[in-house]
Structures are given as C-alpha cells and as structure tokens.
C-alpha cells in the first residue's frame, strides 16, 4: 500500500488531487496538511511513502520544507507541484536540488471545472507517483481501478516497449573510447535537473570549438527555459533553448523546449532543428526517441547517444536507432538513478555500449566533445 501526504494551502486542490489518486490500486491518501508546518508533524506522527508539495504556502513553503525533511532525516519521496510561471519553474528546480523527486506543474487557467481539473492533475501524475513503486508505466493497467481510469489508461498505454522491436540488441557492445562522434545526444526525465548540473560541472573547462550537445528533459514550458539557465550558469557554456529552424553549430547545447518535439534535420548540407506539436510519444512531449532517430539519420555513425534517470521507456527506441546506425550508447547506471525506468528499458533491451554512474558518463561525453 502505498500512503500519500496531500500538502497544499487551498482545500479545492487538495481535494482535486485527492480525487485524482483515486484510481490507483494499494494507494491511500492518509492525510492532508495546508502548509508544510503541518506536513511535518503528521509525518512524524504517521507513516508515509509519498507526499505532494505544494510551493506556495503559508507559515512553511515548499523549498522550507523539504529542508526540514532532509534534515530530520525522514525517508520519504516528494513530488513537488509548482505554476507554470517564471517564477515557480526556478522555485521547482530549486526544489528538485534540494531533494524532492520530481515535479507537476499545477493545471493553468480558471475555466477549468473541478472534473477537468482533477483530470489533468491524474494524467501528469498518477505515472510520477508509480515510478515510485515496483509498478513499471508499462504495467500500468494493473495498477489502476480499470472502472474510474479508462481515459487515463487509454492517454498512456502506449507507452510500452515490446521487445521484439529492437533491431541492435545482438550488435556487439562498441567501445566509446574507440570512436569519433559528431553531436552529443542526451535524453533524461525525473532525476534529469539535478543529474545534467552534475554532467556539466565536469564541462567548465572545456575549450571552444566543441561539438554540439542536445537535450530532451521531460518537462513543462519555462521549466526547461530555466534548466538552459542553471546549464549555462554551471558550465559556462553556450547553453540555450532551441528554436524552430534554427542551424545546428558547434560550442552549442540545445534544450528541447517543454511541449515541443525536436528533430533533426538536414538541407542542403545544414543540420537544423525542427521544433514541432506532433502527438505525444511515450506519453510525452517532447520525446527522446525523436530526437535519437533523428539524430541518427543525420548523424549517422558519428551519433553519441546518453540516456539519464528517468520514469517510463523513452529512448528505448531511438537507442536502438543510432546502434543500428552505428553509433552508440551510454546508460546511466541503477545505482545511481532517481529512477531507472529510461535507462533501464534499454538496459533490459541490451541496446547500450556501456553503462555507469554519472562522472563515468561525463568522462565519457568530455573525452568526445573535444
């Protein structure tokens, strides 16, 4: 069973969250709290796996109160919910570094019903809450009660990966070291902030020209204009949002912004990238598997690929991709993952090179970038 702590200051979104956690099997709301002050002492007073933090409250915020979690030493994993504003992405990856989980951005605009509401707060995070236990995305069905979820089940069931899809799995397993690579492509979900500021530390001294890195998070619209920031600011590299059309140029990373794919491109003789709306993938957007296919196409077997932390099976297929094109593969190892959902899809689908903890993998792109 697994026991939820609600804690957020309006009593209409505690309950919209409430509702929303209603359809998973062996989950209990066990309690509520306004601000974070009550928040710790029920926690102290009951046992909980998993709360949902609300940023703005009274008396104790968010970012206070995972502070004081982690400083009285209680185990227990924080998905935090934020606005989809300027302010509230940098409040949310603050979060994130200071330790909570993973991140929902609260549904926006006022003409939504209490029905809508709940809704849109069940899709974004009934599968974050899941990552959390052993019910993998892709045994979601399972996991949930089937008479009150059918429209979240039917928005995520395609998620799942068959194994028998995977053309590389029998490729032999390429040294990294060995190669020369053109572009740097980084796929990465919940652990993804706090794991690429650890990569990019390693990045400070790295002289220009470099080759091209680019990034799919799995996040919001602003968060990740926010992330490009804290990457530029660590790294003092050329760090930026990407935008549609735009040249593909050396000593540049590019961040997928949120709700768009991005794909790559070539026209006469120009790598470009191509920002689009197309349906979610893996029930998000934007998706790694674009961008790895993508990036295969072009770049053929001078493609790099990382796959970072992450909930569900994204990648999974585009690692696939640029190993059959010739390129290769680095997965972020178990132990060192917030999750292993991403990585671990294509570890189960052997579809990687080689596989280790976050300053192996830094080592790795570094030692290629030059």
């Known amino acids: 069973m697994i026991k939820v702590l609600?804690?957020?200051?309006?009593?209409?979104?505690?309950?919209?969250i409430k509702t929303s956690l209603e359809v998973v099997k062996d989950l209990e709301v066990v309690g509520t709290a306004a601000n974070g002050k009550i928040a710790l002492d029920k926690l102290q007073q009951m046992s909980v796996d998993l709360i949902t933090l609300d940023m703005e409250m009274p008396e104790?915020?968010?970012?206070?109160?995972?502070k004081e979690i982690k400083k009285r030493g209680i185990k227990v994993r924080i998905i935090v919910f934020s606005s989809q504003t300027f302010q509230g992405a940098q409040k949310a990856l603050e979060a994130i570094e200071e330790g909570a989980d993973d991140v929902v951005a609260k549904p926006s605009g006022d003409h939504m019903s209490f029905e809508q509401a709940a809704n849109a707060i069940q899709t974004a995070l009934i599968p974050k809450v899941l990552q959390f236990t052993n019910s993998r995305i892709l045994n979601l069905e399972s996991s949930l009660v089937n008479e009150k979820s059918s429209n979240l089940l039917e928005s995520l069931k395609n998620s799942h990966v068959a194994s028998n899809k995977f053309k590389s799995s029998k490729i032999e397993k390429r040294k990294i070291g060995t190669l020369d690579f053109d572009a740097v492509l980084i796929a990465s979900s919940t652990g993804g902030p706090p794991a690429l500021e650890k990569i990019f530390h390693h990045f400070r001294d790295l002289k220009t020209p470099h080759k091209p890195i680019l990034i799919v998070q799995h996040m919001p619209p602003i968060f990740t204009t926010i992330l490009a920031k804290r990457l530029k600011e660590i790294s003092n590299l050329e760090?930026?949002?990407?935008?549609?059309?735009?040249?593909?140029?050396?000593?540049?990373?590019?961040?997928?912004?949120?709700?768009?794919h991005m794909e790559i491109k070539k026209k006469e003789g120009q790598n470009y990238i191509d920002l689009n709306k197309n349906?979610?993938?893996?029930?998000?957007?934007?998706?790694?598997?674009?961008?790895?296919?993508?990036?295969?196409?072009?770049?053929?077997?001078?493609?790099?690929g990382i796959v970072l932390t992450g909930m569900g099976e994204d990648g999974a297929c585009g690692a696939d991709a640029i190993r059959d094109g010739g390129g290769a593969i680095v997965i972020q190892n178990k132990e060192s993952c917030v999750v292993f959902g991403m990585p671990g899809a294509v570890f189960e689908a052997n579809c990687f090179d080689e596989i280790g903890d976050l300053d192996f993998i830094a080592q790795k792109i570094f030692s290629k970038l030059k």
């Open 6 to 16: 609600v804690v957020d200051d309006s009593i209409v979104f505690r309950n919209q």
């Open 60 to 66: 104790m915020g968010g970012i206070e109160t995972i």
């Open 239 to 260: 760090v930026k949002e990407a935008e549609h059309g735009e040249l593909i140029k050396e000593s540049t990373v590019y961040v997928a912004p949120g709700d768009f």
């Open 279 to 304: 349906s979610q993938r893996n029930s998000v957007r934007p998706a790694a598997d674009f961008l790895f296919e993508t990036g295969s196409s072009v770049y053929k077997n001078r493609c790099l």
